[in-house]
């Protein structure tokens, strides 16, 4: 069963630009979480999507959004990007319960 | 909103040697979940934690959900090579939402 992929890998933009993550949950798993994570602030919650809506949301601008399409993929979108917002982002899936899989992450670096 | 403070910030031990590594919340909560997170990769659950008291292992990895319901601790037992990495306790609020800690860096010297 192949796990949660993110794309890109890797991305650089700059300050002002906006940038769309990419995520493919496990065949079935219909929650999608997205997280971003500093150094400094360590992994926080972003939101999470089940059936194409959002069931929660961190505390984050409004100009971090995301969406989930039918077949549960997901994207999160950043618009007028600020150096802070250089991090990883991680998306993570799950079937029921607790267990979120993990994807590998994009790394998002704003110059 | 909810602190998370895990202790010790970073770790670094000799090969064999066990480890203990703990977490504290400001608030009662009533699941607690640890993850590892290897260099490069996404974090993966170890150990989910329901009930007070409760004592859940998973090889050399045993967890404590601690009575108060405000702390938690990770013991690894005869370290390895390949525990390094970033050990994150998380808890999941009466919101779904889950809250990760700060991470404990592990290093093992060989």
């Known amino acids: 069963k192949a796990g949660v992929t993110q794309t890109p890998r890797y991305l650089i933009k700059t300050r002002g630009q906006q940038v769309t993550l990419s995520c493919s949950p496990i065949s079935g798993h219909r929650s999608v979480s997205w997280y971003q994570q500093t150094p400094g602030q360590g992994l926080q919650f972003l939101f999470e999507y089940f059936s194409e809506t959002q069931r929660n949301k961190g505390n984050f601008p409004g100009r971090f959004s995301g969406r989930q399409f039918s077949n549960s993929r997901s994207e999160m979108n950043v618009s007028t990007l600020e150096l802070g917002d250089s991090a990883l982002y991680l998306c993570a899936s799950r079937l029921a319960g607790d267990e979120q899989f993990f994807g590998p992450g994009t790394r998002l670096t704003v110059l | 909103g909810q602190q998370l403070n895990q202790s010790p910030q970073s770790m670094f031990i000799q090969e064999g040697e066990d480890v203990s590594m703990n977490c504290t919340s400001s608030?009662?909560?009533?699941?607690w979940l640890w993850y590892k997170q290897d260099p490069g990769e996404g974090p993966v659950l170890l150990i989910a934690l329901y009930k007070a008291g409760e004592l859940t292992s998973n090889g050399r990895l045993t967890a404590q959900f601690g009575i108060t319901r405000k702390d938690s601790f990770l013991n690894i037992s005869a370290s390895i090579p390949s525990d390094v990495g970033i050990y994150f306790c998380?808890?999941?609020?009466?919101?779904?939402?889950?809250?990760f800690g700060p991470g404990t860096s592990l290093s093992v010297i060989p």
């Open positions: 998380a808890l999941k609020t009466s919101y779904d939402k889950v809250i």
């Open positions: 608030s009662i909560f009533n699941t």
